[in-house]
């Protein structure tokens, strides 16, 4: 692995950028295209605008309606999908080799003519209302998104995607295609394809398709937002109370980022992590109990999550703190750090077996730090994190002072926190 | 790079053991990883009222201590290789499964078959109890969990595949460590067991590998009582405020997992409720009626389900019903178009074939193949299966299995019973 591996780039006459890498013995082709344009590009007004436009953009373009596109996707076997995210809004597609120049031509129309029309608003705005509902009764999601929106507060980053109830309901037409001229423009877009596919003709057909499309500005230049600790409990008569606490981590892209995701990878990323060890296997305390590294391009967090047994939950707290405290004071131990390399670069390699694996990782890559990086490289800078590292970076990290916390389930806050923070 | 040998180039592999045990191999050119699973061919349904949740119980102490190994080495095993590994169980299985990088296959697979023979300590057991019991916990806070559980107990009823996998609270507190030695003793024998392996691998190995880790196995037996499941229509709300969504579960029944009408049964509900382009896609999704409905077809020894899943706020819950109950009921009339039916089998051939490259999927595609039928399907059977499939197909097999007007519909969520009946 890693010696073969053949990068492909190209900047299109309209600004916009192409990665692509060539997989032998595959028949498949994974495409993908990612918008910067995300929640935190969002104004207070209009919340929620990155995923309506993009919830819309397959509702028709100018030239085949809703059930027209959906049906030629379907009749060739184009698996496709689209999200956003906090930075970002991305279209992917998944077919054999052979209909990726079909794929990329509709989803090019998806992308730069879509139609936008005013019937499928409100539907879209039902949907909507409809996927917060969703969100709100699962308590696992809600904690861990009020989590990142308490820890972020007051800055982009902390916009909820979903927007609020009240500014997608005053969504007009207008403001979706007023969003969408703004960001959708091609300095702001990178294709990403990997697996069996033409190189040469694949450029040719993206020149055509997107020689009109506007120039536009590139992405949005943020600087790292504030980030703020602090307890917040959210009633609710159900079996478990649900934790999620947030603390700094480190952007994709930043020197110290492989630390971070060893650090990660020790505290609650397997089933011999000490979250893992000491809440679940020692005391019986939950089912699920997690850490994770989330990182952005000019910040990051580490989100631990656990759902516990209501009577027991002011317990898994202590425990949860008591781990964090060690984790600064001592660091991690050689052996956890050997483990955790072994285990990123395990997945990193089996990741890149798939042809979607490959052109996400690329795409991702290209996005966050405009470079591409094969197994090999991302293997050596594993391998080059030395305890120091960790250590200093765990250090610089503070992380009991900027801990976030939110709680949600059948406990008061009394329950939950009393005594907790006594000792400081 | 183009004369790089395709997955699609597969070799199959079929071998059983002395002692029972039926072993099942497709070497993929072209990957690096290997996928290897235990599969116990035992679950819920073998289970008694009794002992409710036992298998699921016995799944987790599966990884708390093996005959040779403990909690803290079975999973500082897999992770050293930089495993995916994991197990699960559910009504006819509990398997046991890891993807390893090739070079890692030896021991990953002896790993795995270590989990099939755990220790069953009392301590362990003790411990792991409290686990269970905050498994299930979790469970009653998850709106779709709860659905499905109402489901299959109005649908089932007193037929075992009503059972809940994870038991009871009230189970699994009066459950002991002895009963648990027994249903190991009467369901872990290695005529009741299937390995398989797909990605990077040599056969002979793995055969003379598994052939030396199992030589002192006991056969057991591989029966399971098959009772005849009965269908009786009912339509029960069970109102939870503590819920934003309001869902519903609409089945009936369907082909059993032998049946070759499999692929057919498939095309249909990819028809009627794929997620994007379906019918009930376009009557209910794009009309903005639910955020999502969606069908499938799922298939256990001796009985079958055709099951449509409603996801859908309060205000709109009584029209988004009735508007499935109507598709469902337009499409027992049989007026299918080829159009359809074309596009829903590009959509299956597209996923079986892309699904074909992933070591997980494969592995998991010889086990299904073998429980099904017997055999192993290659690729190439798949997609000639599903381009056979014809409009008549669909229509002799909603003849023999009518999505409709009989159901059993289950809701769940904020509404009141009075506002969906």
Known sequence: ?424 | MMTAPARQDSTFYTHQLPNGLQLLGQHMPGTVSAASIFWVRTGTRDETARTMGVSHFLEHMAFRRSQTMTQKEIDGAFERMGAEYNAATWLEMTYFWARVLASEAPRSIQILSELTHPMLDQDDFDQERLVILEEIARFKDQPAQILFDHFMEDFFRSHPLSWETLGTPETIKELTVEEMREYWNRRYGASNMLFAIAGNFDWDTVVAQIGELTSLWDSGTSSREIIPVSFESSFNVYTDERFAQEQFAIGTPSLDRSDPRYYAAAVLATILGDDTGSRLFWALHETGLAESATSNVMVFEGAGLFLTHLSTEPGQAAKALETVRSELARLQTGDISEDELDRAKAKIISSVVIGGESTNDRVMGLIRSWLSYHSLETLHDLRQKIEAVTVDDLRELLAAYPVGPDQVIVASGPAAAESLV
């Open chain 1, 1 to 424: 692995m890693g010696d073969d591996t053949t990068f492909l780039m190209h900047r299109l006459q309209s600004g916009a950028q192409v990665v692509g890498q060539p997989m032998g013995g595959v028949e498949s082709a994974a495409l993908g295209i990612s918008i910067g344009a995300g929640a935190r590009d969002e104004n207070p007004a209009e919340f929620g605008v990155s995923h309506f436009v993009e919830q819309m953009l397959f509702r028709g373009t100018e030239t085949l309606d809703a059930r027209q596109l959906s049906d030629r996707f379907d009749s060739l076997g184009i698996n496709y999908d689209s999200s956003s995210g906090i930075e970002m809004t991305m279209l992917t597609a998944i077919m054999l080799g052979d209909r990726a120049p079909a794929a990329l031509e509709l989803l090019g129309n998806v992308v730069r003519r879509a139609a936008f029309p005013a019937d499928a608003v409100d539907n879209v705005r039902s949907l909507i209302q409809q996927e917060r509902r969703q969100r709100e009764d699962h308590a696992a999601h809600r904690v861990l998104e009020v989590v990142r929106q308490e820890f972020y507060r007051d800055t982009p980053l902390g916009h909820d995607m979903l927007g609020t109830p009240e500014s997608v309901d005053s969504m007009s037409r207008e403001d979706l295609v007023r969003y969408w001229s703004k960001y959708y423009t091609a300095p702001n877009l990178i294709f990403s394809i990997a697996g069996n596919f033409d190189w040469e003709a694949l450029i040719g057909q993206l020149e055509d398709l997107t020689a009109a499309w506007p120039a536009g500005s590139g992405p949005a230049i943020f600087s790292s937002p504030a980030m703020h600790g602090g307890v917040t409990v959210l009633a609710k008569d159900i079996e478990q109370e649900n934790i999620a606490m947030a603390f700094p981590g480190v952007a994709i892209g930043d020197p110290r980022y492989y630390a971070a995701a060893l650090v990660a990878q020790a505290l609650g990323g397997g089933m011999n992590s000490r979250l893992f060890q000491e809440v679940r296997e020692k005391r019986g305390l939950a089912y699920g109990v997690q850490a994770r590294l989330d990182g952005l391009s000019r910040s990051g967090l580490f989100r631990i999550y656990v759902g516990t047994a209501a009577e027991r939950a002011h317990e898994s707290i202590e425990v949860i703190l008591e781990e964090l405290g060690k984790l600064e004071a001592e660091g991690l131990h050689p052996e956890e750090l050997e483990l955790g390399k072994i285990r990123l670069k395990s997945s990193q390699v089996m990741r890149s077996e798939s042809t979607s694996g490959r052109m996400m990782a690329n795409l991702r890559s290209w996005w966050f730090e405009g470079r591409l990086k094969s197994p090999r490289e991302v293997q050596r800078l594993i391998d080059q994190v030395s305890l120091d590292d960790v250590n200093a970076l765990v250090r610089d990290l503070d992380i009991r002072q900027n801990l976030a916390i939110v709680a949600l389930g059948p406990r008061s806050e009394d329950e939950l926190f009393g005594g907790v923070f006594a000792g400081g």
